[in-house]
């Protein structure tokens, strides 16, 4: 089992992967945007981190190069989608 993050701005998106991750590992939160993700596995210390890269204010991207000099152990899982 593992402590999982959610990173995803979109709620519909937190649900379905969340209903996919659980009973098997630990959601240990959620975040909409990069800041929130960064301070949360300051929080947390999650063991993986599902990072969707098109987010408000600090991209994915951008959150997951800070996460990974704060937290290098860390695994994260870019998940994102763009629908025109």
Do not use: R, W
Not at 1 to 24: H, N
């Amino acid at each position: 089992m593992a402590d999982v993050l959610i990173v995803e701005d979109a709620s519909l998106q937190q649900t379905i992967i969340g209903s996919f991750l659980q009973p098997t590992h630990t959601i240990v939160g959620s975040a909409t945007d990069g800041d929130e993700a960064v301070e949360l596995v300051k929080k947390h210390e999650p063991d993986v981190v599902i990072m969707d890269i098109n987010l408000p204010n600090v991209d994915g991207l951008t959150a997951a190069e800070e996460i990974k000099s704060h937290s290098p152990e860390t695994k994260i899982i870019v998940s994102t989608a763009l629908v025109n």
